[in-house]
Every structure is written in structure tokens, then in C-alpha cells.
């Protein structure tokens, strides 16, 4: 009988002894959950198409993933180089990527099935915020007789990769000057950094960077490829700003790159960051949150960060909507009623 009861009393020791172990080892994983440690639950992964790696977005793109891991719980970005904004919301559209970036413009087409997105109306993408303006930058060797756009003309001209944001802007810009587009032009559909190796090599003689200032494909060609800052006439501006109400005037002062001595005015379209619709609410809320809250942090990726102001993050969006995650901040924020 003792035995007996020496054993049942053991196993009930047992018993509270591993109560008490399961019960410290949730309250670990519950605390470790809170601080931000490791818990079992899966991050949630999303993929950030950005652009050229000589470009401003592809910097600043790397580091708003590496502030979002830090910043999120839960969340996992994976920034990787694409051939920009068309490419993004083709990427977006099939469910490939998640949040990206792209031109007011180019968004604008897309939500409302217009030109390359004619077949392809993508009605779910939204905007996370409105960035900076991004200006079309004409740079041309200085020895292949080019002053204006018009001069393009029978001349070898990278307008940009297939898909990408300046071969949009390439195929609206050339013909407003009486180009024919791309039948005028002995066209190279290259990306940046191959547009900075061709100019280099004499094998181009202009190209069409669009990005944020300073761009590193224009500093490359103007002090390693003989390279020269050409603008658009003010009529061309003011007809293509009729026909597109997202262009707006901008000027790139001089100073801006090696050997620009004059400002240099030109069209910009705003940069924007968007994602699909199906994006979780909280989860765009909270990358918007952290990334409006750090921004300070970001001015080491790329000077373009310092242009950046939450309140043009609303505005001037080419009428396309708010992902709802981001309305929910904005408004918190006091800029959305």
C-alpha cells in the first residue's frame, strides 16, 4: 500500500512539474513575441520590385526593406532590382510582387486600362504615398550635335528598356517634337547602367534617364562619357502638360552634375509607392507608419530622401485611390479628413 502511494504521489509531482514547464515556456514565447524575439509564426514575405541599380529608386528601395524588417514585426520585404514601373505593375498585377514603385503617370494608365495597359487594366492597384517628382533628364554626347530633342533624329538613342518608365516617356516626349517614335530614332532599349557603357563607347549618342535628382547613370555620363544636360522647350512643356496633367515644370540646377553650368528645365512626373490591393490593412499601415516616422534615417540611401514630405504624400495622385492601410494613417495623421 505504501508503494502504492508513493507512486501515485510521484506521478502527481510529475504531473504539476510538467504543468509549470509548459506554462513558463508559453509565457517565454509570448514575452520573447512582445519584445520583438523569435516566435513560431511565420513573417509575412513581401516581394519589392524597385528598378535599374543606377538608378535613385534601387538604393532607396534597399534600404526602406532593410528600415521595414527592422521596424515591422512580422513583415519580411525582399528588395530586389527590376526594369521599372511598367515591369513593377505588370509584377504587382500578377500577384508576383507586392509593393513597388512607379510614375503617377504610368500608374495612372494602368488603373484605367490606357495604352501599353490597354489589354491589361489593373483596377486593384493602390497608392501607398506620393514620393517626389521625378524629372526626365535628355543626356547627350557633346559632340553629336544635339541641342534640342528634335535633334534626335537619325541619331543612336537608348529611350529606355522595354516596359520601362523612360521608354514610356521616350514614346509620349519624341513625337510631341514631330518624331516619329520609334522609326525616327536608331533606337538601343537598354537599361541604365548599359546606356552609361554605350555612351562611353561612342556607340550611342543620347539617352533619356528618368529618376530622382541626383541620378547616378547621369553623373556617370557627364564626367566619365563626355555627356551634356539637354531640356524641353517651354511650348513642348506646356502641350504635354495639357494632354498629361501629371507633368509638372521642373528645373535641374545647375551644379547639379559635373560640367553643368545652367539650370536645365525639364518635365517631372511624381514617383509614387503603391501595392496591390490585397495587401493586408494593418500591414501596409504599419509600413507606412515606420517609414514616414524613420524617414530621417533613410537620407544616407539617396539624397532624393530629403525632398520627401508627408504632406505630399496625399496629394496629386493622378485620381488613383489609397491602399485603405494607408488612408488609415493618413488620416491618424491628420491629412485625410
Not at 275 to 286: N, P, Q, R, T, W
Request: net charge negative; glycine share 8%.
Amino acid at each position: 500500500m505504501k508503494k502504492l502511494w508513493k507512486s501515485l504521489l510521484m506521478i502527481g509531482v510529475l504531473t504539476v512539474l510538467a504543468a509549470l514547464v509548459s506554462a513558463c515556456g508559453n509565457d517565454a514565447e509570448e514575452a520573447g513575441a512582445e519584445k520583438g524575439g523569435s516566435s513560431s509564426k511565420k513573417p509575412t514575405i513581401l516581394n519589392f520590385p524597385t528598378a535599374s541599380t543606377t538608378g535613385t529608386i534601387y538604393p532607396l528601395g534597399a534600404a526602406m526593406a532593410n528600415l521595414w524588417d527592422q521596424k515591422v514585426e512580422g513583415v519580411k520585404v525582399n528588395a530586389q532590382a527590376s526594369n521599372g514601373g511598367v515591369d513593377n505593375l505588370n509584377l504587382l498585377k500578377d500577384g508576383e510582387a507586392h509593393i513597388s514603385f512607379a510614375t503617377a503617370g504610368i500608374i495612372w494608365e494602368a488603373y484605367n486600362g490606357e495604352r501599353s495597359f490597354k489589354d491589361r487594366q489593373y483596377e486593384d492597384v493602390r497608392i501607398i504615398a506620393g514620393l517626389y517628382y521625378n524629372p526626365n533628364q535628355f543626356v547627350v554626347r557633346k559632340d553629336a550635335g544635339i541641342e534640342s530633342v528634335g535633334d534626335l533624329k537619325g541619331k543612336r538613342f537608348a529611350p529606355g528598356s522595354v516596359g520601362s518608365t523612360p521608354e514610356v516617356e521616350s514614346s509620349i516626349i519624341l513625337p510631341a517634337y514631330g518624331l516619329d517614335y520609334p522609326g525616327d530614332i536608331k533606337e538601343n532599349f537598354v537599361g541604365f547602367t548599359e546606356a552609361i557603357d554605350l555612351m562611353r563607347n561612342k556607340q550611342i549618342d543620347g539617352a533619356l534617364i528618368q529618376a530622382g535628382l541626383p541620378t547616378a547613370a547621369v553623373t556617370e555620363m557627364t564626367s566619365t562619357a563626355d555627356g551634356k544636360l539637354i531640356g524641353i522647350e517651354p511650348e513642348i512643356r506646356k502641350a504635354l502638360m495639357e494632354e498629361y496633367p501629371w507633368y509638372s515644370e521642373v528645373t535641374i540646377p545647375a551644379g547639379t552634375y559635373d560640367n553643368q553650368d545652367e539650370d536645365v528645365d525639364t518635365l517631372a512626373i511624381k514617383m509614387m509607392l503603391m501595392a496591390d490591393a490585397s495587401v493586408d490593412d494593418d500591414v501596409i499601415y504599419e509600413l507606412v507608419k515606420a517609414f514616414w516616422e524613420n524617414i530621417d534615417s533613410l537620407e544616407s540611401a539617396h539624397a532624393i530622401v530629403k525632398q520627401m514630405d508627408i504632406e505630399n504624400a496625399v496629394t496629386e495622385l493622378a485620381d488613383i485611390p489609397l491602399h485603405s492601410g494607408a488612408e488609415r494613417y493618413y488620416k491618424e495623421a491628420g491629412l485625410l479628413d
